[in-house]
């Protein structure tokens, strides 16, 4: 009687766990019916999912990828402080020290070439009415023999006698004697201005040199007006009365355009070169 009983139970078991299964089982074929995977019967009982594993190692770089497009125009930045003013640039003016063989000894300045004075007869109509420096070590190319005379160059001569009222001034130890002159170049300055009847240069300029204002006698030819230096030299053995280019001291007439104050009649006319 008791076998029966638990063999009974045994089956009833058996059959509950059958039923079970086949239930589990109709499940998981719809599962997969509507999933489209393969319906396996040892898929039917699966466990729980495990646990995340660790991170693995991180792979080697990938090859660097094209660039991409150029981005837009940032907006414009404010304007920084001004910078400090820069070096002053390469300059440079040519000028003639009427009266020397010498230049000034002021800063950047250099002679060029020495010679002596030249120009047109005073009595002549033609020629040149400007002075020139000629140079003591003159080039010829090609030339015709013989003095054809058409247009003389003469040296020129202070005519300064101090024994005649008319002609004498500062410069009458000079008087005859034939007037040097120096061409001379400004490395660092750029600008060149003769001033008549001043000793000084402007506060901004640089003093080359001072002197006489002269130029040619009234009833002759005109000549220019020349800055001849008030310490002239003077060239060994020319102190003959040529009477050829001459330069004369030079006064103001007053009242008739030149105010007699603060010019004066009487009084020679002086004259600088500055430089800027």
């Keep these: 009687m008791k076998t029966s009983i638990v063999i009974l139970i045994f089956a009833s078991l058996l059959i509950s766990s059958l039923k079970l299964a086949e239930a589990a089982l109709v499940r998981t074929q719809r599962s997969a ?3 489209g995977v393969p319906f396996r019967y040892v898929d039917y009982l699966r466990g729980r999912d495990g646990r995340d594993g660790q991170d693995g190692l991180d792979g080697s770089p990938g090859p660097r990828g094209p660039p991409g497009r150029e981005g837009k125009t940032g907006e414009r930045g404010e304007f920084g402080v001004q910078g400090p003013p820069g070096p002053q640039g390469p300059g440079g003016a040519v000028y003639t020290r009427w009266g020397k063989t010498t230049c000034p000894d002021t ?47 003469h040296g020129a001569e202070f005519e300064t006698d101090i024994s005649n009222p008319n002609i004498r001034g500062p410069l009458s130890s000079f008087h005859d004697q034939n007037i040097p002159c120096a061409v001379c170049s400004t490395a660092v300055r750029a600008q060149v201005l003769m001033i008549p009847a001043k000793t000084q240069c402007p506060s901004s300029w640089t003093l080359e040199y001072s002197g006489y204002l002269m130029s040619n006698y009234r009833a002759q ?39 007699c104050s603060p010019y004066h009649p009487e009084k020679e006319l002086t004259c600088v070169v500055c430089t800027k």
């Design 33 to 35: 019916q509507y999933s």
């Design 107 to 153: 800063e950047g300045t250099e002679l060029v070439y020495a010679g002596r004075v030249g120009g047109s007869v005073h009595g002549q109509k033609g020629g040149g009415s400007n002075h020139l420096c000629m140079p003591d070590d003159p080039d010829y190319s090609s030339y015709t023999p013989g003095v054809q005379g058409a247009s003389p160059i």
């Design 221 to 259: 030819y005109r000549t220019t007006f020349e800055c001849v230096d008030g310490n002239p030299d003077t060239i060994p053995g020319q102190a003959a009365n040529a009477n050829s280019n001459a330069f004369y001291h030079t006064e103001a007439t007053c009242n008739d355009g030149l105010s």
